[in-house]
């Protein structure tokens, strides 16, 4: 199965910020990348597909990008209600997840 | 509108087998895949397996090829994962999502609410 590795695992971050998380896939995945929102107790939420489809009703400070191996989640301006775990998805295949983001208030 | 549903939450001795369900409606049950991902207390996803529910043809993480079966019923339009000779690190929740398999830029966009297995003796 192809590993998933974001980084970093932690990130302490204000409101307002620019924040960035990667995800490195062990071999090749084309476009073939989703990124998820999840909060304590809730249901992951798809925010893109395909390396940097936005979802419907995802707001647009959320951006991705990459294609093979390299990948980014970008948050431009964090808000209050970003503060939450994201992960990375493999979609080429099997559908591996990463280890997850933890965004947390600074 | 288009849910998932899950069976309820489940108390298994180690050794045992569960079956977990998730029932769809509000799409074409066909059209999607549904996948399995399950996420241990405290921690991350993790992908377990994908059903084509047309066909029934499966994939599985290799971490669950031996020992987790997905199999579909269409004519309720539920989906069905087993996984037998459980253990207790296998205690978490899981859950199903669907994937348009069909679509080019396809995801998990719709879960089930979750199921909670406990494996203790």
């Known amino acids: 199965d192809i590993q998933m590795t974001q980084s970093p695992s932690t990130l302490s971050a204000s409101v307002g910020d620019r924040v960035t998380i990667t995800c490195r896939a062990s071999q090749s995945v084309s476009v073939w990348l989703a990124w998820y929102q999840q909060k304590p107790g809730k249901l992951p939420k798809l925010l893109i597909s395909k390396a940097s489809i936005l979802q419907s009703g995802v707001p647009s400070r959320f951006s991705g990008s990459g294609s093979g191996t390299e990948f980014t989640l970008t948050i431009s301006g964090l808000q209050p209600d970003d503060f939450a775990t994201y992960y990375c998805?493999?979609?080429?295949?099997?559908?591996?997840f990463g280890q997850g983001t933890r965004v947390e208030v600074k | 509108q288009v849910q998932l549903v899950q069976s309820g939450a489940e108390v298994k001795k180690p050794g045992a087998s569960v079956k977990v369900s998730c029932t769809s409606s509000?799409?074409?049950?066909?059209?999607?895949?549904i996948h399995w991902v399950r996420q241990a207390p405290g921690q991350g996803l993790e992908w377990m397996g994908w059903?084509?529910?047309?066909?029934?043809?499966?994939r599985y993480a290799q971490n669950f090829q031996a020992w987790v079966t997905m199999t579909r019923d269409t004519s309720i339009s539920t989906v069905y994962m087993e996984m037998s000779s459980l253990k207790s690190d296998d205690t978490a929740v899981y859950y199903c999502?669907?994937?348009?398999?069909?679509?080019?830029?396809?995801?998990?966009?719709?879960w089930g609410q979750g199921t909670t297995l406990t494996v203790s003796s």
């Open positions: 998805q493999n979609l080429d295949n099997y559908w591996t």
């Open positions: 999502a669907r994937d348009d398999a069909a679509s080019s830029d396809n995801a998990l966009d719709v």
């Open positions: 509000g799409y074409t049950f066909t059209d999607y895949y």
């Open positions: 059903i084509n529910t047309r066909s029934g043809r499966t």
